[in-house]
């Protein structure tokens, strides 16, 4: 039985505390971290936002080719469709230049919206895919949108239950 | 209470310990530890390069320039002329003044500096890749080539962010920050020019070029309507507004400037560099421009506008490590806990610890000392040593001291060293021999009031220079020159 306050302490600290996230938070608990991988930028369109789809070594045994791609791409997309130079993001522009750029105090960027949908995105990926393969993606952003992040863990399985047991004995003898 | 000897329960301990109100643990803006340059203002909303004194004579010539105007020359030419003078004009300046403060107090494109995991992997990469080099060997700049769009692009790897820099990024020295898409420093504007805030300045210099350009021709208008009814000498003497003449075209020159170069889509960087230039090769062409200039105007004036990479407002977790900037540029990374124990003065004493402990430990092998920066304790100040491996020597400074300086502490270092004189060295081929000229063995940095002060406390212990061996002095000056940077 693991011991509730290390367990409530480290729920306050997690950035996602939430219901649904359970699995992740046992994932920091039980596993440990045994490496991290760093998907670098493509920048060979340009300046733009886009990460290299070309699949990591270390990924090899851990997760399909396939599922890693359709991240990567989907990501992609996410990002071009963010820094889309249209219509849509002219007329926010000169909205903004009219105003002289006050307007953004009432209502968010396209970006940022792009952005919200993007962290929601690696959040789902996290839970369905990645976390039981024992692995995390880090957001870009906060990474300074040079990297994807993906932390690769060990599985701790009985030295966590070990770890139990004294605790469950400590509290006990108090 | 008894804690078996396994590591989860300690780990069980500390975590609660640490997240139960000490007064030290309360939440800090990641602005407070931002490595680069900058001044930040209300609480991590607004920030500057360290250098803005600039910026103020900005602000003031234009707003002296503009109140006389309006207190001079606008009653005359409202009544005289169209009310509508001084409305355009004040549109004008309220537009003129909101670019400049969103160009001077907003992010540039700052790209933050690689976390220990990523530079870590960096290295590993380059390694590889180079094969191994003698270790004290600056490796050959590290550069990787990209192909954008046809042509061939060099990154650059930035020693200091241990980043390899994006396509048209570059470090700014006065700021020390990586800028993305980065133009120039602008001292006028107080700020570094990238690709955020890029627009605001262009905006700015050319509203700034058209306001000029309509106070000079109003005053201009005005003096000759005066003139008509009073002479030309007289109607200047009561038009004091003299709007200097090379200011306004220096002004329009750069707006053009940049018109140009917006319409090629390039920074003055690269300009400067002649990147792009024809002149360089045949096959040499700007991989990033859009082909026409319409186009290139409105991305660069109207595209997207990417949001802010450091999040200085955002709360430092308690977990991550921070980078603590030290003097010569380079970070050392910390968790908050022990940061949050230390103010500016002991961050500087916590940053120098662990250069000593770097540079004590191959040297004093068998009694490698530490100076922890712990907090004021009243009292005499005692120095205790110990021996064995990396054990902290607490020195208590007493608080009648405050102004305490990184000085002070290598002085209280070199008295410990006087201890453990007789347990240094083994061969004189471990010590470093700096190249610098012998430093005299009293205070390095001047103003030290303390020293004295410290030697008075303990006068058994005090540092005799004459009773020490040539390559004690040597390694000590060593260990204190490292730490003084």
Redesign the interface.
Known sequence: MR?A??TA??R??L?FYHQSFHNLQELRHNASLSN?V?VQ?D?????VCKFQTKFPSELDSRIERTLFEDTVKTLNNYYAE????GGQ??L???L??AT??LIFLCME????KV?KKISHYIQEQNEKIYAPRGLLITDP?E?????I?ISIYEDRGSSGS??GS??T??SS?? | ????A????Q??QY??IC?RGSPHMKKRRKWRVFPGRNKFFCDGRVMMARQSGVFYLTLLLIMVTSGLFFAFDCPFLASNLTPAIPVIGGVLF??VM??LF?ASFSDPGI??R??P??AA?LERQIDTSNGQTTAGYRPPPRTRE????GQA?K?KYCFTCK?FR???ASHCSLCDNCV??FDHHCPWVGNCVGKRNYR?FY?FILSLSLLTLFIFAFVITHVILRSNRKGFLDALKESPVVVCFFSVWSIVGLSGFHTYLISSNQTTNEDIKGSWSTKRGKDNYN??SYGSII?NC??A???????S??DRRGYI???TPQPVPLSNGTSVYTTPQMHSHMCDQYQCIQSTKFVLQAAATPLLHSEPVILAGGPHLPGKTSLAGHCGPLVPVQTSIPSSMPGLSCGGELLALRDVDAHCRHHHFTSPDETPSPPQPPMPPMPLMPPIPCATHVSHIHPTQLYDPASQDSLHEDSVRGLVKLSSV
């Open positions: 011991s306050p290390r302490a480290r306050t600290t950035p991290k760093f930028r920048y060979t369109e340009g300046t963010a820094e889309k130079i993001s002219y926010e522009g000169c903004a230049c002289a750029y960027t396209r970006y940022e952005l952003i990474r300074g949108m040079r990297v992040e070990s770890s004294s605790s004995t400590c003898g108090r | 209470m008894h804690l078996g396994d590591e989860p329960p780990e069980c975590t609660q997240t309220f537009f909101g670019m969103r790209l933050p690689a976390t995991d990523e992997d990209v192909l954008i769009n692009v990154l980043i994006p396509p048209r993305e898409r605001f905006l991989p990033y186009t409105c991305a004036l109207c595209g997207p506008l990417p949001p990479l450091i977790q308690p977990d």
